[in-house]
């Protein structure tokens, strides 16, 4: 049971302009999620979070929207730089549940430079 | 590098041999997570430490796999009989809060 889905396996997108990730979840229990982006052959690396009183955290290029009612969220990337060419994961957790994060199964952001 | 490390990076190992996996949180956090992750997947999580006592199982971590946290600093995941489905990277993460954790590189298990 998929409880974080992110339907785009692969994004790719012209450098300079704008990156959208998205992200849907089922669990109404989540409240709080990140953005995580991996390299090959790394861990994943943490990049931006949200609590689920916010609909939208910025920091520096990085900007994540959450649409609560939709279940839904998404990572802008404005702009595009090669170096941001990764796997970005979705994950969110819930203070009340389970001490642990529910990951989607990544979106291939591809920058062409 | 004060970031979480996990050793060894990769391991290469024999249908049905015995496998440990260290992992060294970041100093200061409480908190220490098992994931697993396999091709074309996201991480799943496999269990949780708070200090030295693991508070969550995932039904993922079967009988041939154990996890510890003796003194509630470095972590040892085991996998036992280890089979050829156990193949994946295996992550540990730390965090402070329950909010963001932090990786390691990962150790990739390869079993043949």
């Known amino acids: 049971d998929q409880q974080v889905k992110q339907n785009s396996p692969s994004l790719s997108v012209q450098e300079g302009r704008i990156s959208i990730l998205n992200c849907d979840y089922t669990?109404?229990?989540?409240?709080?999620f990140l953005w995580y982006k991996k390299y090959p052959a790394e861990g994943p690396t943490f990049l931006i979070s949200?609590?689920?009183?916010?609909d939208k955290n910025e920091d520096g290029r990085f900007t994540v929207f959450l649409n609560k009612s939709a279940k839904h969220l998404s990572l802008h990337i404005v702009p595009s730089q090669p170096g941001d060419s990764a796997v970005y994961f979705c994950?969110?957790?819930?203070?009340?549940?389970?001490?642990?994060?529910?990951f989607g199964t990544g979106t291939r952001l591809t920058v062409i430079p | 590098d004060t970031g979480v490390s996990q050793d060894p990076r990769h391991k290469i190992t024999k249908r049905g041999q015995n496998v440990t996996f260290r992992c060294d949180p970041i100093s200061e956090h409480n908190r220490l997570y098992w994931y697993r992750q396999t091709l074309g997947q996201g991480p799943e999580f496999l269990t949780y430490f708070q200090n030295e006592a693991q508070l969550e199982k995932s039904r993922l971590l079967s009988d041939r796999f154990s996890a510890e946290r003796p003194k509630g600093s470095f972590s040892t995941l085991e996998i036992q009989r280890t089979e050829q489905g156990d193949s994946a990277m295996y992550l540990c993460a730390s965090s402070l809060r329950w909010t963001e954790a932090f990786f390691g590189q990962g150790t990739r298990l390869t079993v043949v």
């Open positions: 994950a969110a957790s819930s203070q009340t549940g389970a001490n642990n994060l529910f």
């Open positions: 669990n109404s229990m989540f409240d709080y």
């Open positions: 949200i609590s689920s009183i916010k």
